[in-house]
């Protein structure tokens, strides 16, 4: 164990060499972090939680601005990203929605308008129930939906977005239907299943935590291939580690995860790529990234180049299917 | 009980020197963001955000919330004295604001909006203190139906009120929604309305709307009248403020009503901008001689800016206790709560209480600090207006077009702002009211996503508006706005055929 960690801090040592010595590209100038949500969305916490870190261990020399470009979905700081074509000064921070959005509405930006960085975490989508409904388990739950068609309602973000999406796919795969509900973003998903208003709802773990806490809403079963990190206990002695997986519980639907992105403008020097590929590598290393993470319920994955390409081109086919047989896809 | 041994506990917590001086500074630079249209409170807490993230959480939500209250009364202070609201909850305080000043009564004014303003927010904060545990649970009832209901009231209270024909009334209002709905819609998942501008993507913002309605519209009818304002030759004196301090008692029913007003409009979501307007509304509708308001009627001031304040310090509750952002400030700081380590939710006042508890003390320390930082003000900006209008004036123009180029850092806001000057000012030629507008466009879209999700519960049947005691009420109570003015009048026509007919 000891030998692995030394040679772990020598690679680390010999990158952080190797890096110093290339220095091929530097930010000259201020750097514009773009937020592709609104101020205290899961975007603008991901953007932001970077930044102090960045800043905290001086990983760049110049200043960082963050601005918030929510419009559309995200699409406006797409689109502004899009603007600055060529220029490596201006990172834009989004989730699957890049690639995602442009199927769905006419938007002004196509994935081919953003060169991708880096992915730095998975963040975990869970069935939620009311915490006094009377189900122990995800197909209990199901059953009952079955059971009564169009008669049960699961809330969640906005129209053709990822809560929609799973919702949909949890509908392929086990032959129900719920009436969908779009509110405004999570957090109103949540107080909305606590006040007993919606049966259900497809929450990250972080929109649902403070109601969990208090016993108001129960998980289910998280759509992960493997159970969520342990965690200190959340309610009753139970954390996150302790959800079963979805497929574990009956609900044959091994996967849906959503990567938190950072990309840059189409046209970008590659060496600018490689430099913020690096610097976001360093970011996931340190302690204060672990801490944020866990605290989240999110999953850390680092990946950059192929990893990230492989990534996008199997997320970005499992969405367009199901965005098909709906039929979202704009015209 | 616990509460108040609680909120003593927060006392301790908050009153050490550094956390006043953190007050001070913060009520300061919230003023400064304040006064200047389009760099509002939620702009400010942004910029001030990653300064917090080595602060511990107390003293960096003390920061935070010193600013939002510094920038919520530097906001009045240019509704006041230049017809330009620095945040939506001060579109009201223009209507008699501004005639106050234009006759010279500008330190009036401003001291009348300030002292009211600190007795809403204090209103509101001892709600807090005494009921928070209550009115948790109780906004957990609120779903799309009540939200919508809450908005149906504010909307139903507002018609029928200016003096412009109701027809002008509807076509100002339908403007204010068509605006509303540009970009997003979250309920269906499409883009609506922008014509494939990439510009119009975002919507068209409430701020760059009324730097152009009020702040642009305003000058051009000025220079129309003759270049200068008419109140270049009031004294400003601070003896001034303390005689509108010992006048504002006479106003306590105002007062009251506007309180309670506020602080049901900041816990069920209507949020400050719609409780100032329905504090207005109702206050005219309550006065003996309504015709005084819109001219200088400082009941018109003083109603809702108490309960624009009182309902932005009660909003301050759903925000801890549920996680929702009551506005976009909230928005904002609530980022901040999780990036300093803290989940808002029902349990933050059991896992944190130092810091809830420390956050409510300093919420009835900052604003008394704020009262009384801003009250030392009033003379230095009351003089503003005695600078002739050919220096103001251009300022006042380049400050707007600053001001609408900072809300969201777009050139195309600039044109937009320009645009909505020139229909600002053809609105007032032709005598067509713009508050109808604006408060369309505030609250429109939200009225719009909670009906159409209340359409989707139901399935398409109006009786959801009926399904629970909650919701029959509030529609009761919006019916009842509706059509007061009808039956008033129909109440007169009658009572005037009586009297013809005894005779």
Known sequence: MKTISITAALAGAFALGATSAAQAWQPTKPVEFVVTSGAGGGTDNFARMIQSIISKHKLIDQPIVVVNKGGGSGAEGYVYGKGAKGDPNRVIFGTNNAYLLPYVAKLGYKYSDLTPVAGLALDEFLLWVKGDAPYADAKAYLDAVKAKPMGFKMGGSQSKDTDQTLTSMIQDATGVKWIYVPFQGGSAAAVQLAGGHIDSNVNNPNENIGQWKAGQVKPLCVFSPVRLAKSDPVFEGKGWGDIPTCKEAGLPLETFQMPRTVWLPAEVPADAVAFYADVLEKVSKTPEWQEFVGRTAQTAKFMKGQDLADFVAKDDAANKKVFENEGWVAK | ?503
């Open chain 2, 1 to 503: 009980m616990d509460n108040l041994a609680n909120l003593m506990h927060g006392f301790s917590v908050a009153l050490t020197t550094h956390h006043l001086l953190l007050m001070m500074a913060g009520v300061l630079l919230g003023v400064l963001v304040g006064v200047l249209p389009g760099l509002g409170a939620p702009n400010g807490v942004s910029l001030l955000l990653p300064l917090t993230f080595s602060m511990d959480p107390v003293s960096a939500i003390i920061l935070l919330t010193s600013l939002y209250w510094g920038a919520l009364f530097g906001g009045s202070t240019t509704s006041i004295l230049f017809n330009i609201p620095g945040e939506p909850s001060s579109v009201a305080t223009t209507f008699d604001g501004h005639p106050m000043a234009k006759q010279g009564r500008a330190t009036e004014a401003l001291s009348f909006a300030f002292l009211s303003a600190g007795f809403g927010a204090l209103a509101g904060v001892i709600l807090i203190t005494l009921l928070s545990g209550w009115v948790a649970k109780f906004a957990l009832r609120f779903s799309s139906p009540e939200y919508f209901a809450v908005y149906f009231m504010t909307f139903a209270s507002f018609i029928g009120l200016g003096g412009a024909s109701p027809l002008k009334t509807i076509v100002s209002m339908g403007i204010g929604f068509t605006l509303a709905s540009i970009g997003m819609d979250s309920v269906s998942g499409n883009v609506r309305l922008t014509y494939e501008f990439d510009v119009l993507l975002a919507g068209v913002s409430f701020l760059i709307a009324v730097i152009g309605l009020f702040g642009i519209g305003e000058l051009l009818l000025t220079m129309e009248e003759g270049l200068k304002f008419e109140g270049v030759a009031a004294k400003v004196r601070i003896r001034d403020v303390v005689l509108t301090a010992a006048k504002l008692p006479r106003y306590w029913l105002a007062l009251l009503r506007s309180s309670l007003i506020g602080i049901w409009m900041g816990i069920t979501p209507g949020g400050p901008t719609a409780a100032s307007f329905m504090s207005y509304a109702m206050a005219k509708r309550s006065s003996r001689n309504p015709a005084k308001f819109g001219k200088g009627e400082p009941e018109g001031v003083i109603a809702p800016e108490t309960a624009d304040h009182a309902a932005g310090s009660a909003a301050m509750l759903p925000m801890l206790a549920l996680g929702i952002p009551g506005s976009a400030t909230a928005a904002v700081m609530m980022g901040g709560l999780m990036i300093w380590g803290l989940n808002p939710g029902p349990t933050l006042f059991t896992d944190r209480p130092d810091f809830v508890w420390g956050l409510i003390a300093s919420m009835y320390l900052g604003n008394v600090v704020a009262v009384v930082v801003v009250l030392a003000t009033v003379p230095l900006f009351a003089s503003i207006l005695r600078i002739p209008f050919s220096i103001i004036g251009p300022v006042i123009v380049v400050i707007c077009f600053i001001g609408a180029y900072t809300a969201a850092g777009k050139g195309f806001d600039i044109w937009l702002a320009l645009i909505f000057g020139l229909v600002g000012y053809v609105f007032k030629k032709l005598d067509y009211p713009i508050a109808p507008l604006v408060l369309a466009m505030v609250i429109g879209d939200k009225a719009e996503d909670a009906f159409r999700q209340s359409m989707i519960f139901s399935q398409g049947s109006l009786s959801i508006f009926w399904s629970n005691p909650l919701v029959t009420t509030l529609m009761a109570i919006g019916l009842t706005l509706l059509l007061m003015p009808l039956i008033g009048r129909a109440a007169l026509s009658l009572r005037g055929r009586a009297t013809a007919r005894s005779d």
